[in-house]
């Protein structure tokens, strides 16, 4: 990577790493919201691939110059923790539009007093390096929800998250730009709506139980029958079967809508 000679943003960071302050002034950023009144909240989201341009840059020259990792490796390495030295998760979190299936995997711990409490907040570190170079990593909507969906199944998550296979978005999004549907903040964030994470989950599950996804008769009459309703359970599925009415329409949506999302 060249960087630019003497940027304002990298001075910034550089000032901040340093610890002469405490953050990097968010004034690097083109456009604000600016807390007008006489403007609504989503005035702001016309700006955001300026902004984000600007926090890819950034993201960037902290992984090569203060991480000292190539690409590659930051894909590899790269974890919550060490965001966090990198002092970068304030500014990802002001401004950029992260998908909900990348900001959904989060893990728990049970405290002394039998009270759960989140240990982090739940940013998938790979998708921050898919961002930074997307011409290395292209982001996979697809990929990303089977990672957290088998997190699920392997007990790391311990429940399906909230808003995963139902009408929901995500709320700090929602506040901040004034969503009023899922599917708005979908379509802004560049989320997959409940209905794709859904239709993705059941035709992994297919696979891995070597039920082909092409032989649509087989697959009606086993999802039919006590089999489909089995598998559904097994597989944390119930909720999204709810989502159509039942484990006919889910089983036809997915054949219809997979191939599409592949």
Known sequence: MKYFDDWYGYREYDAMMRGEKEKIDRAILEHQYSGDPEKPRSYYRIYCDENEDVI??????????YAGWTP???????????????????????????????????????????VRRRLDDGLDPQYIV???????????????????????????????PKGYFVKDYHPVYAARYGYRTPEEAAAWTGS???IERAVV?????????????????????YMSHRTGRSLLKKYHLRQAAKLFGGPIVYTMKTLDLYPKLK
């Open 56 to 65: 890819r840059e950034i993201i960037r020259y902290a992984i090569e110059k």
């Open 72 to 114: 590659e490796e930051a894909y590899q390495e790269l974890t919550l923790k060490k965001l966090s030295e990198l002092k970068l998760r304030h500014l990802i979190r002001y401004g950029l539009r992260i998908p909900y299936e990348a900001n959904v995997v989060f893990r728990e711990e049970r405290s002394y007093n039998g």
């Open 130 to 160: 898919s961002f930074a170079y997307p011409e290395l990593f292209p982001y996979s909507p697809s990929e990303e929800i089977i990672k957290s969906y088998k997190m699920i199944l392997s007990g790391e998550i311990e429940r399906v």
């Open 192 to 194: 997959t709506t409940e």
């Open 201 to 221: 989950c059941l035709a992994w599950v297919w696979e891995q139980e070597g039920l082909d996804l092409y032989d649509k008769g087989r697959l009606i009459d």
